[in-house]
């Protein structure tokens, strides 16, 4: 590898331009023979503990990784530009679907007091990615920042997890688009679409219309990022002053009686509707991925992340106030609450205007979120854990093309063949993981520096992070299983957490200080991040889980069979780790090197 980081196989990747044969897929040494790929194998145990110990540094990803896309994405996006991103990102089908099912049967009117702890969630979690974002501004997002705290292997992880997100989250909107649409035609949604009685009763309703809407929002996507920004910018605007109608108006026809038994299901109530409604959350880390494609990410970042997700929680609890002062909760509607409550108090008209503001929402969603997640994928892409194609940069437009097309492809297959109610179950676990990981992440970034940290300091964070995981996991567990309100467990769980955290913040020197903006109260606010996120993740239904287990699994099978060897073989040519030092590496900084033009390894410290 030259001085500049570029590989022989990034110049190659470059001289083949936006070419689809074998070599773009699997390139790599393992996959050249049968041969080849039998002796990979039989070295899966070695290499696997090779990719497991292995740390990236914030210098590779933004530049070593980054040139294997061929070309540099388009640098146009300022913090105004982010800030409608993450109101597009994040206001969508959540807000108009969830509330009513919550307010109706889990929470009550307190249904406003799970969306404060959704958005104290979500707002902890964007101060985390924000201190990543702006000292790591590529498009891999999360994967990229585990990628450098916690190594590959969870990257990896963590990264096919926030792809199903993207993809399930996607086919629900569209879903729910088709269903908006209805309404605004004056017609049942059963009426767009296609029902196949021979098939089972969660996939025999076939939708169309949602396959058209993904592939118009394709286009959108591939064709410029800073045209889907303006797209973006005027559709959010639509968007805020319908939901400013809907408060407005909602208020004039509010009822303080609706209020009178507030919190009819009691705490675990709210905290059971707070984990499901997370999912109206779902989407702000979109904007992180955007951060190799914004003029100034020391500046922009925060101002974009932290801004909307602001304007979004402020929204989000004055829609819930509203919905549930206008109508006594056992009769909100749970499929069209907000359009059925205008109609209850004399409003038919206004359910008109709900649906046309639903559906820009939901539009932007579907936008931003193909902008997102083709970032994600191809990022991994460049690592060769996924086939190196998918992380073409076209030449012309500066988009990712391939990963756009390929995500858009399977979000379209989803959202024709599967119930909404099937996909919404599917979101929150996995993005509550991704995010209690990359607050995890983040407390090692600031206290564990290779080659400084003392073996002291080291085995004092790994303590304190084991007590913090252990009694979050503790608490959120004994919350899921218990029935009653016996507060015991707590009591010796919680100071548990407080004790772990306050040994990191008292006990431990810290190794790193953040460069231009830091996320403040460190070890505090990302440690109350782990301990909120792992305790939604105690109110989740078991069915969650086992979806969330299946697709792990597969997720390894695909890795051990293919990733694993891929970016082993990637790794070791392009001299970004040293094969054979082990836990070595972890220790003194050595994962990741850079190798001159004469192969002389120059090891960085962390």
């Known amino acids: 590898m030259g001085v500049d980081g570029v590989t022989g196989e990034d110049e190659g990747l470059r001289r083949r331009g936006c070419s689809c044969g074998k070599d773009d897929f699997l ?50 996006l300022s913090w105004w530009d982010l800030i409608w991103f993450g109101i597009g990102a994040v206001i969508g089908s959540g807000i108009f679907v969830l509330t009513g099912l919550q307010a109706q049967q889990v929470s009550g009117p307190a249904v406003v007091l799970s969306f404060v702890v959704s958005g104290v969630s979500a707002m902890l979690s964007v101060f985390c990615y924000t201190e990543f974002a702006v000292e790591i501004p590529v498009a891999g997002g999360s994967f990229a920042y585990l990628r450098v705290e916690l190594g590959d292997f969870i990257a990896y992880i963590a990264a096919g997890n926030i792809l199903l997100e993207y993809v399930i989250g996607g086919a629900a909107v569209a879903r729910s688009w088709t269903s908006y649409f209805a309404t605004l035609c004056n017609h049942d949604s059963d009426d767009f679409v296609i029902i196949v009685h021979s098939m089972p009763n969660d996939y025999s309703k076939l939708d169309p219309i949602a396959v058209v809407v993904v592939c118009v929002i ?297 460069k231009v903006w830091g996320v403040p109260l460190v070890p505090w606010l990302p440690s109350l991040s ?13 069915a969650s889980f086992k979806r969330f287990g299946i697709w792990t699994c597969v997720l390894l099978l695909y890795y051990f069979f293919f990733g694993l060897h891929a970016s082993y073989d990637t790794a070791k040519e392009s001299g970004e780790n040293r094969i054979g030092d082990g836990w070595k590496r972890v220790e003194e900084g050595q994962s990741v090197s850079t190798v001159t033009a004469s192969g002389v390894s120059l090891d960085e410290a962390k």
């Open 27 to 76: 390139p790599e040494k393992s996959f050249k023979s049968w041969g080849n790929y039998v002796q990979a194998l039989k070295e899966t145990p070695n290499r696997f503990m090779n990719r497991v110990l292995t740390r990236s540094l914030d210098s590779t990803e933004l530049h070593e990784i980054k040139a294997r896309s061929q070309h540099e994405m388009k640098k146009n």
């Open 218 to 514: 394709c286009v959108l996507a591939v064709l410029s990022t800073k045209g889907s920004s303006r797209f973006n910018y005027i559709a959010s605007i639509i968007h805020v002053i319908v939901i400013l109608f809907i408060i407005i108006a909602g208020f004039t026809k509010a009822d303080t009686k609706n209020y009178s038994n507030f919190a009819p299901f009691g705490v675990r109530g709210i905290f059971k509707s707070s984990a499901v409604l997370f999912f109206a959350y779902v989407g702000f880390d979109a904007v992180s991925t955007m951060a190799e494609e914004t003029k100034n990410p020391a500046r922009d970042i925060p101002i974009g992340l932290v801004g909307s997700m602001a304007i979004t929680t402020a929204a989000y609890c004055l829609l819930s106030v509203v919905l549930c002062l206008m109508q006594p909760y056992p009769k909100i509607d749970k499929d069209a609450p907000f359009s059925v409550a205008f109609e209850a108090v004399g409003m038919s008209w206004a359910k008109y205007v709900v649906a046309a503001g639903a559906l820009k929402g939901m539009t932007t969603v579907l936008l931003v979120g193909a902008v997102g997640q083709a970032r994600y994928l191809t990022h991994i892409a460049r690592t060769h854990m996924l086939p190196p194609w998918l992380a073409q940069v076209h030449p012309k437009t500066g988009t990712p093309i391939n990963a756009t097309i390929v995500m858009l492809i399977a979000t379209a297959i989803i959202a024709f063949f599967t119930d909404l109610k099937i996909l919404a179950d599917l979101l929150s676990i996995s993005t509550l993981f991704i995010f209690l990981l990359v607050a995890l992440a983040l407390i090692v970034r600031r206290y564990y520096v290779s080659g400084e940290t003392s073996t002291t300091d080291r085995d004092k964070l790994i303590t304190c992070l084991i007590l913090i995981l252990g009694s979050s996991t503790a608490t959120a567990t004994y919350w899921g299983v218990s029935e009653n309100n016996d507060w015991v467990a707590y009591v010796i769980t919680m100071p548990i957490w407080f004790l772990a955290t306050s040994g990191i913040a008292v006990f431990i020197k810290q190794a790193r200080k953040p």
């Open 530 to 542: 782990i301990a909120i996120n792992i305790f939604l993740l105690g109110s989740i239904d078991g």
